[in-house]
């Protein structure tokens, strides 16, 4: 296991200064923002965010993420220029030495919370979602933000988007899907880089859309698609934790043993019987994930890919981007040290 941190750039409040001085931290897991959704990531530029973070004493491990533009998600004539786009993309990281792409395959919203400033006991901050509210939630509405959401679209590029969807139900999702990978894996496998898409978060239809990587069936239903191992997944311990009836470590288990997994998140969330949840300290009794359990598989395994501390809680004052302050990723970070080394 290699530990790793997401940065989000030279905007990023968190320098990368901070980030490696944390113990034992090794690969920075980030993306080039400023590409608008679709297009080529340039080699110059992914060279020039590479000698920075390498500059700082740490490495590139992970790009999270190549977005995926939403013609292909909805399956539109021009999805084939956006396909092509993605493959040199592929093929540019794959030349600046990137082994792993996260990707998610959600359409519209990434992921979602009802609340990204749940007050907890100790007084910290973390964020929340509540399932009530969220059947409340309206996208279209003009003073709503959320932080995992492509904020490039004003309300009514939405809303058209929206429109498109109303004819996407879950299985033609997946024959977008099947669509994509057909044409993006041998690209990926050749080129010697692991995909590796992220889970639904939450992992279930939210505004009516359909959503489709979120338990045991979708992974078998993915790994069907393409045996190559370069058709992989992120494993996220708290986007699939919050589907009770996901078994994290039977699946968790059984992909390591495919050689399906390719990058770890880990966090922690406290889930309620109505799948309401908070996220939590990543430590095992503040939340409903078994940390040890986790880690325990990945040990089994030999796992050697990147890992990396999730969304922490806002703590000593911390103010900043929602799940991504510096503080309690860290604490994260020492307490899964802690608990690889108990384990060697
Ligand atoms: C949230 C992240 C997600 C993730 C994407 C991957 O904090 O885990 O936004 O980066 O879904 O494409």
């Known amino acids: ?55 700082n004493g740490l490495n590139l491990g992970v790009i999270e993420s190549v977005p ?65 509210e969220l059947k409340k939630l309206d996208p279209l509405d003009e003073s709503l933000s959320l932080p995992g959401w492509d904020e490039s679209y004003d309300k009514d590029k939405l809303k058209d988007i929206l429109k498109q969807y109303s004819t996407v139900d879950e299985e033609k999702l997946w024959e977008n899907l099947t669509y994509f990978l057909e044409a993006i894996i041998p690209v990926a496998e050749k080129a ?6 992220h889970p639904d978060d939450p992992p279930y239809s939210i505004f009516g859309l359909p959503r489709i990587i979120k338990d045991k069936e979708s992974y078998a239903r993915l790994f069907q698609l393409s045996s190559s191992s370069a058709n992989g997944i992120t494993f996220c311990t708290g986007s699939l934790g919050a589907n009770p009836y996901n078994n994290l470590y039977e699946m968790l288990d059984e992909y390591l043993s495919l050689g399906k997994v390719h990058f770890m998140h880990v966090r922690n969330i406290l889930l309620h019987k109505d799948k309401s949840f908070e996220e939590t300290a990543h430590v095992s009794n503040y939340g409903s994930i078994d940390m040890v359990r986790i880690l325990s598989l990945l040990k089994k395994h030999q796992y050697t890919g990147y890992l990396r501390p999730d969304h922490g809680r806002m703590i000593f004052k911390e103010s900043g981007r929602p799940g991504y302050g510096l503080y309690d990723r860290a604490l994260g970070a020492s307490y899964l040290n802690g608990i690889w080394e108990t384990l060697s």
């Open 1 to 55: 296991m290699k530990l790793s941190f997401r940065w989000f750039g030279n905007d990023d409040l968190v320098t990368l200064e901070n980030i490696r001085q944390i113990p034992n931290m090794n690969g920075i897991v980030s993306a080039i923002y400023s590409i608008p959704v679709g297009e080529v990531w340039p080699v110059e530029q992914i060279k020039e965010m590479k000698q920075k973070i390498e500059n």
């Open 68 to 132: 995926v533009h939403e013609d292909i998600k909805l399956g539109n004539s021009n999805r084939d220029q956006w396909i092509e786009n993605y493959k040199q993309t592929i093929l540019n990281l794959s030349e600046c030495g990137i082994q792993t792409i996260c990707y998610n395959f959600m359409p519209v919203f990434d992921w979602t919370r009802t609340t990204l400033h749940h007050l907890n006991s100790d007084g910290s901050t973390s964020l929340a979602l509540s399932t009530e």
């Open 192 to 197: 010697q880089v692991n995909m590796a898409i």
